[in-house]
């Protein structure tokens, strides 16, 4: 009973230190339908380590300090976390201290039969924000090629730029919602279980995990090829409403029986060929005979020490003030001047579906014409925190999505520009959808830095979250049209001088 005890202040002590994790993990299962899944997946874990009491029983718990050394990185996770504001941290930090726990307690031995049930626990944690970003883009377009290959099947004259379908009378856009994350993330967890159930040879298991990944695109794929078809047949009302949302479960539940059908063949093939009931049994632990002697397990001294030393760290967590991050002051884009040296414009506001999709905190979009008639597209965004997973969307992978064709990308000093003294360098991309042409310059503003690179970025996000408790900043986009005939060398040179005459007044918009 002590034991027990002890277990459960341990546990309780951790939820305590790592609540701002456990809070934001709650928050994203309840409020996003991709991690909605995830509110059953610790019972699911509790329920495959009950599996193994009959294994559990008969091993014995010596303890192992390797989990105190377990429990203070994740306790170092923590404060990293807490320092930098990077809440996916302290997720990993309470994942490992929770792993750090069953350790202590129960030694390598009796560890080794929970691991599997315990690593499932891996998958109530989010992607980082601009993983799954990019995961996502890569998903629309993929779903949006395969569906319109379906759709010529039947014989439908259709044309896709970037995820955009063209069916003539009716424009159909794979937009974030149909990327299939919503089906991928929960399908691969049933996947993991599935393997984890499977009794065959490692490949057989690892397939039936892998595979849930291609089965899931697929399908999504199929969807919307199918409501490409029925939109073509039978009007917009089919990609609408409950018809929309009833072939999303139809899709989800295919998935399944895909996954259920592959396990059959699987247990059919090699030399460990048995009967599906036999190689996805069930099985339930014996209950304790009548006269089993029963003996008590003691309290190890590894998880006794890890129990003092949660006692000591959620007493500071509780007394240490809460890391607060720094927002610096700055001008609203609502005061951006319309008019730049040569350059004279007027506002474009953005539609609601995407202010409310790029969860910025303020933004300026306009358009710009100089005394020649030249025409250059400035958008702006600001963020005053980028940790919890609001970023900027890299025009990078967004562009493709809005039907253009990424022709040319490279990085590309504007010579004669600087910030704070470092060279002004930026994205140059060439875009094209049927016969117009687009350049596009593109950078990072962050806290004094023009970065390019969307992997530096993170890492000074990073950097400057722990050492100045600052992770605000800004996505700037110039775009201009490349007229026919016209020298792309030409759409240089505008943009350049643009570029020149924006970012005498940006800092006032986007603080150093």
Not at 7 to 26: C, K, N, S, W, Y
Not at 271 to 288: C, T
Not at 432 to 461: H, N, P, T
């Amino acid at each position: 009973m002590f034991t027990w005890l002890v277990l459960g202040l341990a546990t309780a002590l951790i939820l305590v230190t790592f609540r701002e994790g456990l809070d934001h993990l709650a928050y994203m299962w309840f409020n996003k339908e991709e991690y909605s899944h995830a509110v059953i997946i610790p019972f699911i874990s509790a329920f495959l380590i009950w599996q193994k009491k009959d294994l559990l029983r008969q091993t014995e718990f010596s303890g192992s300090w390797a989990g105190i050394v377990l429990l203070v990185v994740s306790i170092l996770l923590l404060l990293l976390g807490k320092q930098s504001a990077l809440i996916i941290l302290i997720h990993y930090g309470l994942l490992l201290a929770l792993i750090s726990l069953a350790l202590a307690y129960m030694g390598w031995p009796a560890f080794r039969i929970v691991l599997v049930p315990l690593l499932l626990l891996l998958f109530t944690i989010p992607l980082p924000g601009f993983l799954y970003e990019g995961l996502s883009n890569k998903l629309q377009l993929i779903s949006s090629e395969i569906g319109v290959w379906f759709i010529r099947l039947f014989g439908i004259s259709v044309f896709l730029e970037g995820n955009v379908i063209d069916l003539g009378a009716y424009k159909l856009q794979v937009v974030e919602a149909c990327s299939g994350l919503r089906y991928l993330f929960p399908l691969v967890t049933l996947g993991f279980i599935a393997a984890y159930f499977f009794k065959g040879t490692l490949w057989k298991r690892a397939l039936i995990f892998l595979s849930s990944i291609p089965i899931t695109v697929l399908m999504n794929s199929f969807r919307v090829g199918a409501i490409g078809v029925m939109v073509e047949y039978w009007g917009q009302g089919m990609a609408e409403g409950f018809l929309h949302d009833f072939e999303g479960w139809v899709v989800f539940m295919t998935c399944m029986a895909v996954l259920i059908v592959e396990m059959w063949l699987l247990a059919h093939v090699g030399s460990d060929r048995k009967p599906l009931r036999v190689a996805f049994g069930l099985e339930f632990p014996e209950p304790v005979p009548k006269d089993a002697t029963v003996r008590t397990r003691k309290t190890s001294r590894a998880l006794a020490g890890g129990t003092v030393l949660l006692v000591l760290v959620s007493a500071l967590s509780v007394m240490v003030p809460e890391q607060k991050e720094y927002v610096p002051p700055r001008q609203d884009f609502s005061a951006f001047p319309l008019s730049l040296g040569r350059w004279s414009g007027h506002t474009d506001p953005l539609e609601s579906i995407y202010v409310d999709a790029l969860r910025f905190d303020d933004y300026i979009q306009a358009e710009y014409v100089d005394g020649d008639g030249a025409r250059v597209s400035l958008f702006a965004s600001y963020y005053s925190s980028q940790l919890g997973g609001n970023m900027p969307h890299s025009p990078r992978a967004c562009l493709p999505g809005g039907g253009w064709l990424v022709t040319s990308l490279e990085y590309r000093e504007l010579n004669g520009l600087s910030l704070n003294g470092a060279p002004f360098v930026v994205n140059r991309v060439v875009i094209r959808k049927g016969d117009y042409k687009q350049l596009v310059y593109y950078w990072f503003q962050q806290r004094g830095r023009v970065v390019a690179s969307e992997f530096l970025v993170k890492w000074y996000i990073f950097l400057d979250s722990i050492t100045r408790h600052r992770s605000d900043g800004s996505l700037i986009r110039l775009i201009t049209l490349i007229g026919p005939g016209e020298d792309i060398k030409q759409g240089d040179r505008r943009l350049k001088d643009f570029a020149s005459a924006v970012e005498t007044v940006l800092p006032q918009y986007i603080p150093n």
